[in-house]
């Protein structure tokens, strides 16, 4: 009997070369980031850490003020011991084979990271889990109102420490990760050496950087099996491509739909797949669409302002969508920043009397900065300055630092879930094609990206009539007479629906305010086959004078606003023409979509 045994216990040994291999992958990579790092300190000398974000000012005047008022950090104290003390009183009972009460403290429904029925079943994990969860809570009670503390301060403090508390989470630990403690017991360890591996391998593609790869790029190629949705380069400059899809009914609406998606990222999260794609949804629906592509710029764009986004950007392509079709008139819809430049393209055009765009759709637009949600916390006088002068040092905003901005923003989601499961699971990130959008991040112009935090994020001029002024003309929102849709998602992190519906009532014509279900991407992105989250709208002839009042009255809806956003375009022209064909119209097609802008990837050329 005995051989059996130990003929099975040798078969579930790692195998010893796929051992030797990792850790020779480890020393090489570990040897080469070392050398790379003491080479770039010689050459950069030593430098002071510095404060530039406020974080050590705000944490220091938080603490200032909060040791002012000792009963308050008493109280919080004795309420943390409490807590102890009933987590311990359960545990116990727990323990002791009774039936145990509700748990004293328990994770968010949507809290994934505790998903493991170990977390629950088993004595221990349980407990440091809700040890964690009690911690959690009252460090971040403690100092999230804090008397005399300024507003800026205090959501710096708050943000901060709710980073601090998510990279603390039990769940990032080997030890104390059930599931990463089931791993490592199973595979003796190799788990660690291979999650060691990918890390100093995406150090490496970082170029000394932790870039915390979310999917398997190699997965996905644009034209393949993301972006494919048929269509035709027909212009492009120095700032964009113009892209014209192909049409797939016999008659097409005879106003042509112009999209402009935001430059911070690529415009095809609205072309993933077919299923989902937005931009195959209207051209099923008989719309001819055309799409901006911006340019992903370098140091040669520098000087290339918020002016040349409106004028070489979205009046551009106006000019040729109306060369290639004969039209008078278009639709435009804009997508989070792509319909802040909309706006104010809107406006610039009211100014100048171009009635050429006859109707506007705005995606989580905001116009009114006042209440710019948990991105003001990056967005102050300091801290611009700092960003500025890394800007101009090198003429653009690099675009995993903007990334990383909006991954921290949920921390558990985009940052912390990939080092549990990339270090120490020791897998390789699961292909997903919206990661891949997400991580195919776009630099900003410096002069224009300044331009854009100080006079809208930080003195809101775009919502004041004359504000700002884009090639001489002062940009008005009231001016904008024609119709227009807005639709918000009540779970918007990046563009607080309240803020979007204060801007909308800024504009001088008919608005639609809708709101839909979910967040920032999942509830724009929600084709009707999939009848997910709903939307509501307002009876109402004129927007109600606030958001609050606006929900109170509103209709819930099942299904995707696009079937309303439909019936609404229809509801402005309903006219058909023939189908256009873009080989056929008067501009040369200059190649196949999705385009050569698109196709540039940072992280490509730094991983190369």
Not at 216 to 238: C, S, Y
Not at 417 to 441: H, I, T
Not at 442 to 460: D, G
Request: hydrophobic share 40%; aromatic share 10%.
């Amino acid at each position: 009997m005995a051989a059996p045994e130990k003929e099975v216990a040798k078969s579930e040994l790692p195998d010893p070369k796929e051992i030797a291999k990792t850790f020779s992958e480890v020393a090489q990579r570990a040897s080469k980031l070392l050398a790379d790092h003491m080479q770039k300190q010689l050459q950069n000398g030593l430098t002071p850490p510095a404060d530039e974000l406020g974080i050590a000012q705000a944490f220091m005047d938080m603490m200032g003020k909060l040791m002012a008022n000792p009963y308050r950090l008493a109280q919080a104290q004795m309420n943390l011991v409490w807590d102890y003390f009933s987590l311990w009183q359960h545990s116990m009972l727990r323990f002791s084979g009774m039936a145990p009460a509700a748990p004293v403290a328990a994770p968010a429904k949507d809290d994934k990271r505790f998903k493991d029925e170990e977390w629950q079943e088993h004595f221990l994990f349980d407990f440091i889990k809700q040890s964690y969860l009690i911690t959690a809570r009252h460090i971040h009670d403690t100092v999230s109102h804090v008397d005399g503390l300024d507003e800026q301060s205090q959501k710096k403090v708050n943000f901060y420490t709710r980073q601090y508390i998510d990279a603390l989470s039990p769940s990032n630990f080997a030890l104390t990760n059930p599931e990463v403690f089931r791993e490592t017991m199973k595979s003796q360890g190799q788990n660690l050496i291979k999650g060691l591996n990918n890390l100093l391998r995406d150090v490496e593609d970082g170029g000394g950087n932790l870039r915390v790869r979310m999917t398997d790029t190699t997965a996905f190629e644009l034209g393949r099996n993301v972006a494919t949705t048929p269509g035709k380069v027909v212009f492009q400059n120095e700032m964009m491509q113009l892209l014209q899809y192909t049409p797939t009914t016999p008659d097409v609406s005879k106003r042509p739909l112009m999209i402009v998606p935001p430059w911070i990222n690529k415009f095809y999260i609205l072309d993933l797949r077919e299923k989902n794609s937005y931009i195959k949804w209207c051209v099923d629906q008989g719309h001819t669409v055309f799409v901006i592509s911006w340019v992903n710029p370098d140091e040669r764009q520098a000087e290339r302002s918020f002016d040349s986004y409106v004028l070489d950007g979205t009046l551009a392509a106006v000019d040729a969508i109306v060369e290639q079709t004969g039209a008078k008139e278009i639709n435009a819809a804009g997508y989070c920043l792509g319909g802040t430049l909309l706006a104010t393209t809107l406006a610039y055009m009211a100014g100048k009397r171009d009635k050429r765009i006859a109707s506007g759709t705005f995606f989580t637009t905001m116009t009114d900065f006042s209440e710019p949600g948990e991105l003001g916390v990056f967005i102050d006088e300091v801290q611009v300055s700092s960003l500025e002068k890394k800007m101009f040092e090198r003429g653009y905003l690099e675009g995993s630092e903007m990334a990383g901005t909006f991954n921290m923003l949920r921390a558990n989601d985009l940052i912390w879930s990939f080092v549990v499961n990339n270090y120490l699971m020791g897998k390789d990130p699961f292909p997903f094609d919206l990661l891949y959008w997400n991580s195919d991040s776009t630099r900003m112009p410096a002069k224009m990206h300044s331009f854009y935090l100080r006079n809208m994020y930080m003195q809101n001029l775009l919502k004041e009539p004359g504000g700002i002024e884009i090639g001489g003309v002062g940009i008005d929102l009231g001016k904008i007479k024609v119709p227009c849709y807005f639709i918000s998602t009540i779970e918007d992190h990046i563009a607080p629906w309240k803020s979007t519906y204060m801007g909308a009532r800024n504009f001088g014509g008919a608005v639609r305010f809708v709101l839909g279900g979910s967040g920032h991407i999942a509830g724009i992105v929600n084709p009707p086959a999939a009848n997910k989250y709903g939307y509501w709208t307002n009876p109402a002839a004129k927007l109600p004078a606030t958001p609050d009042e606006f929900f109170a009255s509103s209709v819930q809806h099942p299904g995707s606003w696009w079937t309303d956003w439909q019936a609404w375009l229809l509801g402005q022209d309903s006219e058909k023409v023939p189908a256009r064909d873009p080989v056929q119209g008067k501009l040369k097609v200059l190649e196949d979509a999705p385009g050569s802008y698109a196709k540039i990837r940072l992280d490509a050329k730094k991983a190369a």
